[in-house]
């Protein structure tokens, strides 16, 4: 149970929030932008405090954007199945069918650059991976440009999107600790002009769940298991038993539960344009 001064506290962080969904708004029409849902909890406090102005402001809901990157948790799934039909949220899925037919949709199947269409292999080229074959999984590093970042930037590019709403905070990763709310990223080869909105940088962990919890939004049930941050279901894992608002949040690094030689080149990645 919150008291007064923490719900206070809630309101001025969704205020702030509010701030930056306006900016978004002058700028672009709701088919110009995209809320980026993973169905984690940030990504859905985002999209929870989006629907929240637009119904204020008399405004038109932007679609949504969820990435499959061929390891998903069914529960994930399922969650944005659910509430995407209740929220009324128009939820496209993203996926590199291409690298996915090449594995024969087998995780740790060898893929061969050479059976991959034309922009895969020129993505590939991009990042500097000179080997003939590697094996499929979403959390490596060509695995994480390939299934995440390619994906985002063709559908950016198929769908004339030209901002994205991102659930980040400052407290979640080094390498995002200094991340602008408003990110202008210029045309460059294999990646369109567009802009970033992240609504939710201020929020820590414990104001995410502190949320959560008392304006009774939605989340997927893995967190209730110990799940304190949801990537690739074979990557992730649990590092309690406890729900994860009551563990240490503040003394425990959120995601250790993460494969961890993905965490440690995020630098690398996000200059590629991962988010």
Not at 58 to 82: K, S
Not at 144 to 164: I, R, S
Not at 249 to 273: F, P, S
Request: glycine share 6%; proline share 4%; net charge negative.
């Amino acid at each position: 149970m919150l008291d007064e001064k923490r719900i206070g506290e809630l309101n001025q962080k969704i205020a702030k929030s509010k701030e930056i969904f306006t900016q978004a708004f002058e700028r672009f029409k709701p088919g110009e932008m995209r809320l980026v849902w993973s169905g984690g909890k940030d990504s859905t406090l985002t999209l929870w405090i989006c629907r929240q102005f637009c119904e204020n402001e008399g405004l038109e809901l932007p679609g949504a954007f969820t990435i499959d990157e061929g390891d998903a948790f069914e529960e994930i799934d399922e969650f944005l199945h659910r509430y995407s039909r209740e929220w009324n949220v128009a939820l496209d899925w993203g996926r590199n069918d291409d690298v996915l037919k090449a594995a024969g949709g087998r995780l740790n199947a060898e893929v061969r650059v050479s059976d991959l269409n034309e922009r895969n292999q020129e993505e590939i080229k991009r990042i500097g991976f000179e080997l003939e074959r590697f094996p499929f999984e979403a959390e490596s590093y060509v695995g994480n440009h390939l299934m995440k970042t390619v994906v985002f930037n063709t559908y950016l590019e198929d769908n004339g999107v030209k901002a994205v709403f991102q659930g980040l905070r400052w407290d979640e990763h080094p390498a995002r600790k200094n991340d602008p709310y408003v990110d202008e990223v210029e045309a460059a080869h294999l990646v369109p002009a567009h802009t970033r909105y992240r609504p939710i940088l201020h929020f820590t962990e414990r104001d995410i769940w502190d949320a959560t919890l008392h304006f009774g939004i939605p989340y997927c049930p893995l967190y209730e298991q110990g799940y304190r941050s949801l990537g690739a279901k074979t990557t992730s894992q649990k590092i309690s038993d406890l729900p994860a608002w009551e563990q240490d949040l503040e003394n425990t690094v959120e995601r250790a539960g993460r494969r961890q030689d993905k965490e440690k080149t995020m630098d690398r990645l996000r200059k590629l344009g991962y988010m």
